[in-house]
């Protein structure tokens, strides 16, 4: 089977490439993006908001109870950000297992500390309205 490249497939096609391409760069930034079917001329990306979700950054390695106990604590708020877990134990992740080898499960919110060993709810909800206000 060939595999077809950008530029040899009809214009139609293109237009497809151009458009998928542009939804893997949307969804790697982040947005929220809605896309419609519209008959022949395939997807037509619509942008219906341009709110960016929080992420919520779970750094936990296997066999962590608190952790799991954590990421149940989280489930009526899982609507609010994207839960991003990051497993301290690999390789690549060294520099998080130095620092926190004994204080999982820590949490990081757009990057920044939030909380570690139990989920503060007060503290989740407080850190999400405040970012939930700044975009509206």
């Not at 009809?10 to 790697?28: A, E, G, I, K, V």
Request: charge should be positive; include cysteine; glycine fraction near 2%.
């Amino acid at each position: 089977m060939k595999m077809l490249r950008k530029s040899s497939c009809p214009w139609s096609l293109r237009r497809c490439f151009d458009q998928t391409y542009y939804s893997m760069h949307c969804l790697r930034l982040r947005h929220l993006q809605l896309t419609k079917f519209c008959g022949p001329r395939l997807f037509r990306n619509r942008h219906y908001s341009q709110r960016q979700i929080p992420i919520l950054t779970l750094f936990t390695k296997d066999l962590c109870p608190l952790c799991d106990e954590a990421k149940e604590s989280l489930e009526p708020y899982k609507h609010r950000f994207v839960l991003q877990e990051v497993d301290i134990t690999r390789p690549e992740n060294s520099v998080w297992y130095d620092r926190y080898k004994y204080d999982i499960p820590v949490f990081h919110l757009n990057g920044q500390f939030l909380m570690m060993h139990r989920v503060n709810v007060a503290v989740l909800e407080k850190r999400l309205a405040r970012i939930e206000d700044k975009k509206i």
